[in-house]
């Protein structure tokens, strides 16, 4: 019988530094990862300052992976890292960690999407066949499905995505980071709902001005911190739910995966499912470590790949900070 082939992915697009393995079974042997925060938990990302960071951890990373899959580099079949997009400076220290492992040890090498791997660790993880994807994360916020050879992005954030709105409007009040989590805990406390803009434009969505709205009203010392919570989830959540519902309903899709880090916030969550409960359709979620950024995902799609063909040499293994989601073949 032949070897099941193992898996060993790289995930560094942006904060996060990580690594799974896994096998074409889909057994998963390890998903470690590290994820890089300023002291004050506050200020956005600099990209020299997360690169040094992913530089310090990969070699600790790398080992706790496989000491916990009971694995050595040597026992693995291939190498896989997220090849796009993402922060340039954060990309290359995944594809050179990829490289080096590939060269050392002979193995072949792959380099995947970091959105459609997003994707494809959500259908191998649940019984999704042909989802509706909501990818709502800090720097992402599209909504995806397969079409004609393609996974397609129908509609997406116009500006910043719905986790960088979150995050940005907490620590504009002063909670902290990630907001996502606190925010929800707030809204639970909320007496009344706010009216915010809604900013729905065909299929795309925009947050900055709703951020730009909220932080004035903050300001102006009138609304309670629990209220503009609990408003500003249910306003930026039921424009989520309104494309991906026009999404499922052009393509007549029948089922909406979750997948990102804010997939999952419990609010949005339930605004999905009681969405899907009323057009008959299914609602598919992850615990929250495969929602968030990590390798085994990297490890998955490279596996994908690898099996229905796909091989890299070590020159083609570079990194492609602004590939699209769209602009990737799907042959496998
Ligand atoms: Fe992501």
Same mark, same amino acid.
């Given at each position: 019988m032949d070897k099941t082939l193992i898996c060993l992915g790289i995930e560094s697009t942006a904060h996060t530094f990580g690594i799974g393995i896994i096998d074409e079974t889909g057994k998963i042997y390890a998903n470690e990862r590290t994820v890089f925060t300023t002291e004050a938990g506050e200020g956005g990302m600099i990209p020299a300052e997360v690169a040094e960071h992913h530089t310090q951890v990969f070699k600790d990373v790398l080992g706790k992976a496989l000491d916990k899959a009971g694995m050595t580099l040597d026992s693995i079949d291939l190498v896989s890292y997220s090849q796009s997009p993402g922060i340039g400076n954060c990309l290359r220290i995944g594809a050179m960690l990829a490289r080096t492992i590939a060269a050392t040890y002979e193995k072949p090498i792959v380099g995947v999407n970091h959105c459609i791997a997003h994707l494809e660790i959500g259908k191998l993880l649940t019984e999704a066949k042909d989802p509706v994807f909501l990818y709502a994360s800090g720097a992402n916020t599209q909504v995806v499905a397969y079409d004609g050879g393609r996974y397609r992005v129908f509609g997406?954030?116009?500006?910043?995505?719905?986790?960088?709105?979150?995050?940005?409007?907490?620590?504009?009040?002063?909670?902290?980071?990630?907001?996502?989590?606190?925010?929800?805990?707030?809204?639970?406390?909320?007496?009344?709902? #706010?009216?915010?803009?809604?900013?729905?434009?065909?299929?795309? #969505?925009?947050?900055?001005?709703?951020?730009?709205?909220?932080? /004035?009203?903050?300001?102006?010392?009138?609304?309670?911190?629990?209220?503009?919570?609990?408003?500003? /989830?249910?306003?930026?959540?039921?424009?989520?739910?309104?494309?991906?519902?026009?999404?499922?309903?052009?393509?007549?899709?029948?089922?909406?995966?979750?997948?990102?880090?804010?997939?999952?916030?419990?609010?949005?969550?339930?605004?999905?499912? #009681?969405?899907?409960?009323?057009?008959?359709?299914?609602?598919?979620?992850?615990?929250?470590?495969?929602?968030?950024?990590?390798?085994?995902?990297?490890?998955?799609?490279?596996?994908?790949?690898?099996?229905?063909?796909?091989r890299m040499s070590l020159r083609e293994a570079d990194i492609k900070p602004y590939l699209r989601t769209d602009q990737v073949d799907v042959f496998w």
């Open positions: 997406e954030t116009l500006d910043i995505g719905v986790g960088n709105f979150l995050d940005s409007f907490a620590r504009h009040i002063g909670i902290g980071f990630p907001g996502g989590p606190k925010l929800y805990k707030l809204s639970l406390d909320a007496k009344s709902f #706010v009216k915010l803009p809604y900013v729905v434009k065909g299929m795309d #969505v925009s947050f900055g001005g709703i951020l730009t709205n909220l932080k /004035q009203k903050f300001d102006s010392g009138k609304y309670s911190k629990e209220d503009l919570a609990y408003s500003l /989830q249910e306003t930026a959540f039921a424009m989520l739910v309104e494309v991906s519902e026009r999404a499922m309903a052009h393509c007549g899709k029948k089922e909406l995966l979750l997948g990102g880090g804010v997939a999952s916030s419990k609010r949005l969550q339930e605004m999905c499912r #009681v969405m899907c409960e009323e057009r008959g359709a299914k609602c598919y979620t992850l615990q929250n470590e495969f929602n968030v950024d990590n390798g085994l995902m990297i490890a998955w799609l490279g596996l994908l790949e690898y099996k229905a063909g796909k």
